[in-house]
């Protein structure tokens, strides 16, 4: 723990490296309670260091220090060395020739409840390394700038740890007195120490293979409990496709000849690159069709893919700094996308990224926290892992994308493996990279890497009968942030195409241009006119297809307009996007309507719009149910100047009761037009029919209606897989019904031995809109399988509760704050990087009225005051209270 006054860490103090670590041999002799670790370094000076320091830093926290050995036959003193609490300095170390170093340690696994570093899970030892947990494991230079070749001996009990594993390839093994066995690894590639792992426990492994576009063969490796062994074939598939698909859109080929997953039931994130052996979250290996819902299929294969397309972007070319996270998470993600995109639906991969984009990380972007995503100052880089430098990170990628087009694009990726591979570089050489390949400059675009906040485009037009004209003008603004006052103006791709009355398609052809469908426009200034020709009629206009770019468009529509587009408009996105604004400025109405005591009535327009989607022939049934979806609260509350959760919730419910009570043979027509008792299904028609009969089903039942009920009922009992079962657990809760408890009780009973589904049950009922969610919480948290320990299930109960529910967790009397205070106070010693994220629910706090501003803050500062506050803690809540 640290004292209440941490350290701030700029990229602009960035040195380069004064030693580097050429090679390390590593040595465990593993033990849960005393793992001893011996570490032999060959070091040399770095001749590009300007420092004269004759000293070498190392770091290291948590770690009881045995010897240190200099050149394997000079034991130093104490007189040789400094230790503090993170770092241990070796006096006057050889400047002129390369030296070895080899330092003994011991390390407690077992009270390492941080899990970061080596840590226990279930009886398994495992690591996390990123950003900086290799540090707690052995003294080292713990920056990514350093990449050295690593050697990894593990010795363990054979009976407790029969499987032994680290990066790279196995090259020895043997036994040793006592029931004690080895296993040494190499890993040819010079890695970061952040991309170390090992694992070792009693673990079954799922196995199969994988032919390169070269011919090589890979084995690929996927390590479970043994209970879990039935659920690896889906990620396994994942690895392949994955594979695959990097060969043939980005030429990237695997280079090991072993490639592992480990499955682990205690992380804090989702999944870990480390090179050669990934360390996974269960909950994206994990799945079973009676254990895992569609969604969840969908996230593993994208999770498994993310961690793999690493491989080359992240660890063959890795970060020089902290600060360029997202050079490796923002192409990454990006990529993700593309093979989900391809793997699934592009509409509907596309409008799911963007709404999380827009219901979280504009809200960290407009909040004390915003932050560039390339960041220029951090206290805990932990704290950095943030919707910022992942998502928009992957949406500024991706405007690179748009504006180079795919084979430009593809240049200038080639280019940069080309250039950068076997090094740590920086977002700048990417940059770089894809303007050389190109011939183009992207001076202007480079702001996106700098300036945090979301520009806002202010859109209007004028129509000229006579000269046949639109002229098209956007304006662009980006409101201050923390530390930015004034922004400068950024390079946007504006997708637009155009409509004409009749529904067809209008030429899109600029002054001087040739006619297309559609068109990107750049724009560059702060305002900007854009002058089509050739325009027989006044057109409809379908502005940012695509998403072109991570933005707020600000433009006058009338619900007719909007209306004509939802029936319209050719690009998936922008007509979901209609659909979604036509019932968005509704609601939004009807919430000044609630707090205004007002009559509510619901717009016909809305019935009519949503009568006519439902009448239309649907090929992408997915796409479909995203049609017929409503806007979610959290994305509503994002267009009010001051929050009324209690007012948003109502308005919504009635827009969902009145379109059920209006459609409801429609719904029911297409809910028993989809209904199939399926199991193990997952091809898109059979997801399709679960998500359109699912969301009929959650309309329905706002009804009152014994019928309706009966069906939810009915579905819950007969389900053959996760994604039936628990939509209909789903609507039982979030509506009165009355097999509600006995549907809740015998969940429980049936899934009890199956942890991701256990989750489940608790954020199904921490996200309840129910009367009685608060006083279930609470239980909850007392029930016996409630761990406040497990990553998971603090996601699962107090992340639900606290980010999922909205309308329980702002109780005006503020016992939602205190609560989630309650938990984080316990976390902070316990696991700084969960309770950090916690805070996020209250770090909006400016944006509802003033009684509950009053309840967050106070619950901020009790978080602030805690004693032995963690940095983790401490920047979040300080920086939210700035
Ligand atoms: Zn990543």
Redesign the pocket.
């Known amino acids: 723990m640290r004292d209440a006054s941490p350290q701030t860490t700029y990229l602009k103090d960035y040195t380069v490296p004064e030693y580097f670590i050429h090679s390390v041999a590593l040595n465990f002799v593993l033990d849960e309670e005393n793992t001893l670790v011996t570490s032999r370094l060959t070091l040399s000076r770095n001749p590009a260091s300007r420092s004269m320091e004759t000293d070498l830093v190392l770091t290291g926290e948590n770690l009881l220090l045995r010897r240190v050995v200099l050149n394997d036959d000079t034991e130093l003193t104490d007189k040789d060395y400094q230790k503090t609490l993170d770092s241990l300095t070796v006096y006057n170390v050889p400047q002129q020739q390369p030296f070895v170093l080899t330092i003994e340690n011991t390390i407690n696994p077992k009270i390492n409840t941080a899990l970061e570093g080596l840590y226990l899970s279930n009886g398994m030892l495992c690591t996390q390394c990123e950003a900086e947990g290799f540090r707690k494991i052995t003294y080292f230079l713990d920056r990514p700038d350093v990449m050295a070749k690593f050697t990894t001996t593990l010795v363990a009990d054979k009976g407790r740890y029969p499987v032994l594993l680290s990066n790279g390839n196995k090259i020895a093994q043997g036994e040793l007195p006592g029931n004690q066995h080895w296993v040494s690894w190499e890993d040819p590639f010079s890695k970061p120490c952040y991309l170390f792992a090992l694992v070792a426990g009693q673990l079954e492994c799922l196995e199969d293979k994988f032919t390169t576009q070269s011919g090589r063969d890979i084995s690929l490796q996927i390590f479970v409990e043994p209970h879990d062994l039935d659920k690896c074939a889906h990620a396994m598939q994942s690895l392949q496709n994955a594979m695959r698909w990097d060969e043939e859109v980005y030429g990237c080929e695997y280079d090991l000849d072993l490639y592992m997953i480990v499955a682990v039931s205690h992380f804090n994130m989702g999944a870990m690159?480390n090179k050669g052996l990934n360390v996974f979250n269960t909950k994206f290996v994990l799945a079973r069709p009676d254990t895992a819902t569609d969604s969840d299929y969908e996230h593993i294969e994208g999770v498994i893919a993310?961690e793999y397309f690493?491989n080359w972007t992240?660890n063959r070319i890795t970060c020089r700094d902290w600060f360029q996270l997202s050079l490796?998470?923002g192409f990454?993600v990006f990529r993700d996308q593309e093979f989900t995109g391809d793997r699934t639906s592009k509409a509907v991969k596309r409008i799911e990224d963007v709404n999380m984009l827009r219901t979280r990380q504009f809200a960290e972007d407009a909040g004390p926290l915003a932050h560039p995503i390339r960041p220029d100052a951090y206290i805990e880089i932990n704290n950095f892992y943030t919707l910022t430098v992942y998502e928009k990170g992957a949406e500024v990628v991706r405007m690179i994308h748009t504006l180079l087009g795919a084979e430009g694009f593809r240049k200038g990726s080639d280019l940069y493996f080309a250039r950068h591979d076997g090094q740590a570089v920086t977002c700048e050489d990417f940059v770089k990279a894809m303007e050389a390949a190109n011939n183009v400059d992207l001076s202007q675009f480079r702001r996106w890497y700098s300036q945090a906040g979301t520009p806002v485009l202010t859109v209007s037009h004028t129509y000229n009968a006579a000269g046949q004209t639109l002229t098209l003008t956007i304006k662009q603004h980006c409101p201050p942030t923390p530390g930015q006052a004034v922004k400068e103006p950024l390079h946007i791709p504006v997708k637009v195409g155009l409509i004409y009355p009749d529904g067809s398609v209008a030429p899109c052809q600029l002054e001087g241009g040739t006619a297309a469908d559609e068109v990107i426009l750049e724009l560059t200034q702060a305002e900007q006119d854009f002058v089509f020709t050739g325009l027989t009629a006044a057109p409809a206009i379908s502005v940012l297809r695509g998403f072109s770019a991570p933005v707020k468009l600000v433009m006058e529509r009338s619900l007719e307009e909007l209306a004509f587009l939802l029936s319209h408009d050719s690009d998936t996105f922008n007509r979901w996007e209609a659909g979604q604004q036509l019932v968005g400025q509704v609601i939004i109405g009807l919430v000044a309507d609630v707090q205004n005591n007002r009559e509510l009535r619901l717009d016909p327009i809305i019935i009519d719009a949503f009568r006519q989607v439902l009448a239309q022939p649907w090929e992408d049934l997915s796409y479909f149910s995203l049609l017929l979806s409503l806007p979610s609260e959290t994305y509503l509350a994002e267009q009010m100047e001051v929050i009324d959760v209690v007012a948003i919730h109502k308005a919504r419910e009635f827009v969902k009761l009145t379109l059920a009570e209006n459609l409801q043979n429609a719904l029911q027509t297409l809910y028993l037009n989809n209904h199939r008792d399926e199991s193990g299904q997952f091809d898109a028609g059979a997801i399709g029919r679960r998500r359109i009969k699912n969301t009929c089903l959650s309309y329905l039942c706002a009804l009152d209606d014994l019928a309706i009920k009966n069906w939810a009922h009915q579905q819950f009992k007969t389900a053959k897989n996760m994604t039936d079962q628990m939509a209909a657990l789903s609507v039982m809760v979030n509506n009165p019904h009355y097999a509600r408890k006995q549907c809740l009780t015998d969940f429980y009973q049936q899934w009890q031995h199956e942890a991701l589904v256990i989750d489940k049950w608790f954020a199904l009922q921490a996200s309840s809109p129910a009367p009685d969610t608060f006083a279930t919480v609470q239980a909850l948290m007392a029930h016996p399988a409630f761990d406040l320990g497990t990553p998971n299930r603090v996601r699962a109960l107090i992340g639900a509760f606290s980010q999922a529910n909205p309308l329980h967790f702002h109780a005006a009397n503020g016992q939602g704050y205190q609560f989630l205070a309650d938990q984080i106070i316990a976390l902070n010693t316990l696991n700084p990087q969960v309770a950090s994220r916690m805070i996020s629910a209250l770090t909006s706090w400016r944006r509802y009225d003033a009684s509950r501003q009053a309840l967050m803050t106070a619950q901020l500062e009790r978080i602030m005051s805690t004693e032995a506050i963690s940095k983790d803690v401490y920047e979040i809540a300080s920086k939210s209270l700035a």
């Open positions: 690159e993310h690493h992240g490796k998470e990454t």
